[in-house]
């Protein structure tokens, strides 16, 4: 199944909107603190919505599947590309590592899932690698030598592919609304651990003010819940080729929030990077892209098959 073009526009606004956000939040406040503040603010936010809406919640092994994958997309991620701009990696590196997911996810995918890539699918990686490059090259090329951090950011890509095939092969019957409340909270607890060890300082009050609710709601819950859905409707391969054109779009609302106008660059990446989707939208699941699953719901011990861009079980 196909992530919906609704589904993935909502995403990449809003994951790109969190770019400019987050670095506004950072001249508010020190990076693990506002970190700190999102995840325990989002998790309670989403826990209350699911608990409204008598969404179920995971018990048991379900409960400790999502756990892991909260600490590897929400915690890895987050913890470690916090850290890494604290310890002075450009923001244009950082997202330009993260707009990697794609092809870090197609890599794992077939030690993971049995996955296989498919001509199509590489071209559309290909295609989707260029659109990033063409995106940041300006930027890189103007932001000197890089630093130690650079491994931290690197930890983090690691830790959003592996988290959003994880969410693929163990928590695809999971209530995303519940879920994503879960994920929050336990990332919350090692992010919160940090920060307590580390000097902390709120800078500018009333700029927090503004940019935490916003990054709770816009950033933790909604983006974080739709990101969750596409990896349970479409597997974590084809959410993760969203990330081609993010970087783009980022910048062009980076315009607009920070007074930074994109290069030429930004508007071929835009380009590329929709071509890579639709290429990568244009590839039907085969025979040999199967794996054998169970069913992910307790108690539930049939085989079933899944593809490698659809996390969905069964027929």
């Not at 929030?257 to 930004?266: A, C, K, T």
């Amino acid at each position: 199944m196909r992530i919906s073009p609704a589904l993935g526009g909502s995403i990449i606004v809003l994951w790109s909107f969190g770019y400019p956000l987050g670095a506004l939040g950072i001249t508010a406040m020190s990076p693990m603190l506002l970190l700190t503040f999102r995840f325990v603010l989002s998790a309670l936010l989403m826990g209350g919505a699911a608990a409204v809406a008598h969404a179920r919640f995971p018990r048991g092994r379900q409960l400790a599947h999502v756990a892991v994958a909260g600490l590897l997309t929400q915690g890895v991620q987050f913890g470690c590309l916090y850290i890494g701009l604290e310890l002075g990696v450009p923001s244009v590196i950082a997202a330009l590592l993260i707009a990697l997911n794609p092809v870090v996810t197609a890599v794992l995918a077939r030690p993971i899932l049995g996955a296989h890539l498919g001509r199509r699918q590489i071209l559309g990686l290909a295609i989707g690698v260029a659109a990033v490059v063409a995106a940041c090259a300006q930027r890189v090329a103007t932001t000197g030598p890089l630093d130690a951090g650079v491994a931290l950011t690197l930890v983090a890509v690691l830790g959003l592919s592996l988290g959003g095939l994880y969410q693929q092969r163990f928590c695809s019957d999971v209530d995303v609304r519940s879920a994503n409340a879960v994920q929050l909270g336990v990332a919350a607890v090692p992010v919160a651990i940090i920060a307590a060890m580390t000097p902390e300082a709120i800078t500018d009050p009333l700029r927090a003010a503004w940019v935490i609710p916003v990054m709770v709601l816009f950033s933790s819950a909604l983006c974080t819940t739709l990101y969750m859905r596409a990896v349970n409707q479409a597997g974590a391969a084809q959410a993760a080729m969203l990330f081609t054109v993010i970087p783009s779009v980022a910048a062009v609302m980076g315009w607009g929030m920070l007074g930074q106008r994109p290069d030429v660059g930004v508007y071929v990446g835009l380009v590329l990077g929709a071509a890579a989707l639709v290429i990568g939208r244009s590839v039907r699941p085969t025979a040999d892209s199967t794996v054998s699953v169970t069913a992910g719901r307790p108690g539930s011990p049939t085989p079933r098959t899944q593809t490698a861009g659809s996390s969905r079980v069964g027929p």
